[in-house]
């Protein structure tokens, strides 16, 4: 379901340069950001690139791209 919101056209700007790169649409790079920084805001204690790899990792598992772990190298 959508809202809509007034945004700061600043904040659209940037959105539009940055989901240009990334494949996504204007909306869907704001709704990126505010998934993040919802993410962040939960977890101070974690950095952008551990969100990231948090976030593929459960991508990969909801593919079913997973292996057993067998616990040796």
Not at 14 to 42: F, L, N, T
Request: aromatic share 6%.
């Amino acid at each position: 379901m959508g809202t809509t919101v007034s945004l700061d056209s600043n904040l659209v700007s940037a959105a539009r340069s940055y989901s240009s790169v990334e494949s996504r649409s204007v909306p869907r790079q704001i709704e990126h950001w505010a998934k993040i920084g919802r993410i962040a805001e939960d977890n101070p204690d974690l950095n952008y690139s551990a969100i990231k790899n948090i976030l593929l990792g459960l991508a990969d598992i909801a593919e079913g791209d997973v292996e057993d772990y067998n616990g040796s190298l």
